[in-house]
């Protein structure tokens, strides 16, 4: 199982940024997904999360600027970020939690590769 992270990048205070995280492989089932940040000398953290249903979660330092959502049929989570501070300056990481073919009684918890996201004018 991997998970592609895509959409980071540069953008000036007040922008907005849309990420996107692809589940792929020997998957039965996700469950739960979620994007977590971590800044420079910050440990990681969670800031946003939904479940199957689409039932959501946020941080409040994110919360009614950012945006999660995933399409189950694509097995893909997104994150729609606006009004952007250079506080948001972080490396994102998708995250989600996966049963496999292989492991049908055990779900496990996989990661995307990280995507720079740098809020600076």
């Known amino acids: 199982v991997q998970l592609q992270a895509s959409g980071g990048g540069l953008v000036q205070p007040g922008g907005s940024l849309r990420l996107s995280c692809a589940a792929s492989?020997?998957?039965?089932?996700?469950?739960?997904m979620g994007w977590y940040r971590q800044a420079p000398g910050k440990q990681r953290e969670l800031i946003a999360a939904?479940?199957?249903?689409?039932?959501?979660n946020y941080a409040n330092s994110v919360k009614g600027r950012f945006t999660i959502s995933r399409d189950n049929a694509k097995n893909t989570v997104y994150l729609q970020m606006d009004v952007l501070k250079p506080e948001d300056t972080a490396v994102y990481y998708c995250?989600?939690?996966?049963?496999?073919?292989?492991?049908?009684?055990?779900?496990?918890?996989?990661w995307g590769q990280g995507t720079l996201v740098t809020v600076s004018s």
């Open positions: 995250n989600a939690k996966i049963r496999t073919w292989s492991s049908l009684n055990r779900e496990s918890n996989y």
């Open positions: 492989g020997m998957i039965f089932s996700i469950d739960d």
């Open positions: 939904i479940t199957p249903g689409g039932s959501t």
